[in-house]
């Protein structure tokens, strides 16, 4: 076994070559792997928020009331009262949403905003969630969402906490500029209230001239995820005819559409890492297979000398083992610092590098490194002493 490891090694530069070609490889994989089970984290984390509400909003509402109401017509508040009293509601809140401009760069975001019961009510309220810095106090005062701080950051417009920015109201046909302080950074594990800002209601209604007795959506908690469908349906015949026209969004439904787009990104990747794998256990297969041809007068002799072919292709085996493992070693440490960098400049939580991420990318270092001396090892075992010897 020790000679077969010192023989690994024989060729310094060539095993050099075939280590970083499986390296390559399973950084690739370990990378992809684990952005692909960050963004799956972040969907179900989104789906485990969503999973028993119900939003009632405008019938022109942005991607189908998702976005609280944004993008249509406030609708009466004194619909709250009607969903109360239906089987199963658990909780009845308002939400006024509007879009906020900053005035330095052309990105419009939402703004939610959110009275005293609603933070008093709802735990999983941006308010109740502050990671950075601290809640608003007034109504010059917002916080960012984790999700929308980092992609700002990405996009070189950072908000950073305890700084004034310029935005943009409408006020008689007229833009009008309102400073804003941002004083925390909150984050709910929902992407459509981490994608975003968030403050007072009278804010929001503000600037979106929304007047009391009006809001942009409603948002429904049920009891249980089994009462959900049957739920929307009691709402929605409650309120057929009323004005202006309301549609019912389960969102669970409505970002079933994204998790499938996100299950075939995670198959695409999954497809990519694979192909680098390949590609490492080709230059494992190469570089043995080169050894092998180079030593064959080498394996004619240790066959004379009784080696058995078991022998032979256990230590041809062995060597392109221990190439792939010492690949797969350092591929993982390379996905790992990777994985670190990509945690510092974009997100804490883009990547989950789980156990069974890596165990899979080892199992495949080892996958790798028999797959690639296959070949070889039969090519060693072909070598015949007799031949082997009329030659010397």
Request: glycine share 10%; aromatic share 8%.
């Given at each position: 076994?020790?000679?077969?490891?010192?023989?690994?090694?024989?060729?310094?530069?060539?095993?050099?070559?075939?280590?970083?070609?499986?390296?390559?490889?399973?950084?690739?994989?370990?990378?992809?792997?684990?952005?692909?089970?960050?963004?799956?984290?972040?969907?179900?984390?989104?789906?485990?928020?969503?999973?028993?509400?119900?939003?009632?909003?405008?019938?022109?509402?942005?991607?189908?009331?998702?976005?609280?109401?944004?993008?249509?017509?406030?609708?009466?508040?004194?619909?709250?009262?009607?969903?109360?009293?239906?089987?199963?509601?658990?909780?009845?809140?308002?939400?006024?949403?509007?879009?906020?401009?900053?005035?330095?760069?052309?990105?419009?975001?939402?703004?939610?905003?959110?009275?005293?019961?609603?933070?008093?009510?709802?735990?999983?309220?941006?308010?109740?969630?502050?990671?950075?810095?601290?809640?608003?106090?007034?109504?010059?005062?917002?916080?960012?969402?984790?999700?929308?701080?980092?992609?700002?950051?990405?996009?070189?417009?950072?908000?950073?906490?305890?700084?004034?920015?310029?935005?943009?109201?409408?006020?008689?046909?007229?833009?009008?500029?309102?400073?804003?302080?941002?004083?925390?950074?909150?984050?709910?594990?929902?992407?459509?209230?981490?994608?975003?800002?968030?403050?007072?209601?009278?804010?929001?209604?503000?600037?979106?001239?929304?007047?009391?007795?009006?809001?942009?959506?409603?948002?429904?908690?049920?009891?249980?995820?089994?009462?959900?469908?049957?739920?929307?349906?009691?709402?929605?015949?409650?309120?057929?005819?009323?004005?202006?026209?309301?549609?019912?969004?389960?969102?669970?439904?409505?970002?079933?559409?994204?998790?499938?787009?996100?299950?075939?990104?995670?198959?695409?990747l999954m497809a990519v890492s694979l192909v680098a794998v390949v590609a490492g256990g080709l230059s494992i297969m190469v570089v043995m297979l080169l050894s092998v041809i180079n030593r064959m007068r080498e394996f004619g002799i240790l066959k004379a000398l009784g080696w058995t072919p078991a022998n032979i292709i256990c230590m041809v085996l062995v060597e392109s083992l221990t190439?792939?493992?010492?690949?797969?070693?350092?591929?993982?440490?390379?996905?790992?610092?990777?994985?670190?960098?990509?945690?510092?400049?974009?997100?804490?939580?883009?990547?989950?590098?789980?156990?069974?991420?890596?165990?899979?990318?080892?199992?495949?270092?080892?996958?790798?490194?028999?797959?690639?001396?296959?070949?070889?090892?039969?090519?060693?075992?072909?070598?015949?002493?007799?031949?082997?010897?009329?030659?010397?």
């Open positions: 076994m020790f000679f077969s490891i010192q023989n690994a090694f024989r060729k310094k530069a060539v095993a050099a070559l075939a280590v970083l070609g499986v390296a390559f490889g399973t950084a690739l994989m370990t990378i992809l792997f684990s952005l692909a089970a960050g963004m799956e984290h972040r969907v179900e984390g989104t789906f485990s928020e969503l999973s028993n509400r119900i939003t009632i909003s405008g019938r022109d509402a942005i991607f189908g009331g998702l976005y609280l109401g944004m993008g249509t017509r406030p609708i009466p508040s004194s619909y709250i009262d009607d969903i109360r009293s239906i089987a199963h509601v658990e909780k009845v809140y308002s939400q006024v949403s509007v879009v906020l401009r900053p005035e330095n760069n052309d990105y419009a975001m939402p703004l939610f905003g959110y009275g005293l019961e609603e933070i008093r009510d709802l735990d999983n309220n941006p308010y109740n969630k502050i990671v950075e810095g601290t809640a608003p106090r007034n109504e010059k005062e917002i916080i960012i969402g984790k999700s929308l701080q980092e992609y700002m950051s990405l996009l070189n417009s950072p908000f950073a906490i305890g700084e004034s920015y310029p935005f943009l109201s409408m006020e008689g046909g007229r833009a009008k500029e309102l400073d804003l302080i941002v004083v925390g950074v909150y984050q709910t594990g929902n992407e459509v209230l981490d994608g975003a800002f968030s403050g007072s209601e009278k804010l929001a209604r503000e600037i979106g001239k929304i007047t009391e007795g009006s809001v942009s959506a409603i948002n429904v908690v049920v009891d249980s995820m089994d009462n959900v469908e049957s739920t929307a349906e009691a709402i929605q015949q409650e309120l057929t005819g009323k004005k202006p026209e309301l549609q019912v969004v389960v969102p669970g439904e409505v970002l079933n559409p994204v998790k499938n787009i996100i299950d075939v990104l995670g198959k695409f190439l792939s493992l010492c690949g797969a070693a350092l591929g993982v440490a390379l996905g790992c610092a990777g994985l670190a960098a990509a945690r510092v400049l974009i997100a804490a939580d883009i990547a989950v590098l789980s156990r069974q991420v890596t165990v899979s990318v080892f199992l495949t270092g080892i996958l790798i490194g028999v797959a690639g001396g296959i070949y070889p090892a039969w090519r060693a075992n072909s070598a015949a002493p007799a031949k082997i010897l009329r030659e010397v």
